[in-house]
């Protein structure tokens, strides 16, 4: 299947800075890429969807100016946590879309002191 | 809201027995039905996915079988093993036709040695 890599795997960071995950998709180049987070235990919660070149869409109650998305080329996006609070701590999730077949990354654990 | 009802919530069988594990959906935009497989810590990987134009997909020891009048469809796991406990999330396509599934709230599948 196709490969999708996500960096950082985990990263830790103080209350009020800036956190940038970096999702790649490595053997094709996807039309579209989601972001989901997720808490333990719980299923998956997409909050956007990003085209290369083109705005985000956010899900209905995902603060867009908090999780900023960018999607330069179509193979990689990038999800910016701004000003990051402990409740804005989770494991978060991008994906790349292939016509109807969408591949995952491994995760980013983000964790907020 | 659109959902995906997903059962049971846990699973505990014993090797070599048969995993099952349903979904029910509502409206779709599109037929294209993905369980994923989910390891803890690690992002979800396709498992087996099926397009209605069967009514049953076949993978190794993996199945799925689909119900279109019924809006529902299952995961069979044949022969289960220690190496498959995970959690299991089936998706459908949400109705917006932008690729975009919503996810079951997931299975915890055990298998006992």
């Known amino acids: 299947g196709a490969v999708v890599s996500q960096h950082p795997s985990w990263v830790i960071c103080k209350s009020g800075t800036s956190v940038k995950i970096e999702c790649r998709s490595l053997?094709?180049?996807?039309?579209?890429m989601f972001w989901y987070r997720q808490f333990p235990k719980q299923s998956l919660m997409l909050m956007a969807t990003s085209n290369e070149g083109s705005k985000a869409t956010y899900e209905q109650g995902v603060e867009k100016d908090k999780f900023l998305i960018n999607h330069a080329s179509l193979t990689l996006s990038t999800l910016t946590v701004t000003s990051a609070h402990p409740e804005d701590s989770s494991f978060y999730i991008c994906?790349?879309?292939?016509?109807?077949?969408?591949?995952f990354g491994p995760g980013t654990r983000l964790t907020v002191t | 809201q659109q959902q995906v009802k997903q059962s049971p919530q846990s699973l505990i069988v014993q090797k070599g027995g048969i995993s099952i594990i349903n979904c029910a959906y509502e409206?779709?935009?599109?037929?294209?039905f993905p369980w994923y497989q989910q390891f803890p810590g690690k992002g979800p990987a396709l498992l087996i996915a099926?397009?209605?134009?069967?009514s049953e997909k076949k993978e190794g020891r993996f199945t799925i079988s689909f119900n279109k009048s019924a809006k529902q469809f299952s995961l069979h796991i044949m022969d289960s093993q220690p190496g498959d406990s995970a959690t299991y999330f089936c998706?459908?396509?949400?109705?917006?036709?932008?690729?975009?599934?919503?996810f079951g709230t997931g299975t915890r599948l055990k298998v006992l040695a």
């Open positions: 998706a459908a396509p949400t109705t917006s036709g932008t690729y975009k599934y919503i």
């Open positions: 409206n779709t935009a599109f037929d294209y």
């Open positions: 099926i397009r209605p134009d069967v």
């Open positions: 053997d094709f180049q996807a039309t579209t």
């Open positions: 994906s790349a879309s292939w016509g109807y077949e969408q591949y």
